[in-house]
């Protein structure tokens, strides 16, 4: 659910029915652009607003069990099972 203070206006939906296949989400990032989860073959990135799909990224290592946006959106940093951290930048448009 994103609650839009400024309007009053509460958009919610259900993360099942806007996903393609199984995904678990693992963190929103700061401004709430978007929702980063964890699938079976890697990671996706969403628009948090709608749940449509923005990117993904295929990961043939250990799973990821963390992650984080920066500030501006535009670095995503995720962890995995034992620990080791990678940084990609987010590319919205060519």
């Known amino acids: 659910m994103v609650w839009h203070l400024d309007p009053g206006r509460v958009n919610s939906y259900n993360l099942d029915a806007v ?8 963190c929103l990032s700061p401004e709430v652009r978007y ?4 699938t079976k ?6 628009d948090a ?15 990821i069990t963390a992650a984080v946006v920066n500030h501006e959106g535009m670095w995503l940093a995720v962890g995995d099972y034992v620990g080791k951290t ?3 930048e987010i590319i919205t448009s060519l």
Do not use: I
């Open 19 to 26: 996903r393609q296949y199984e995904r678990w989400p693992l």
């Open 49 to 63: 607003e709608t749940g449509k799909s923005r990117g993904e990224l295929a990961w043939r290592g250990l799973a």
């Open 41 to 46: 073959d890697g990671l996706d990135v969403s």
């Open 35 to 38: 929702l980063v989860c964890r």
């Open 86 to 88: 990678f940084l990609f």
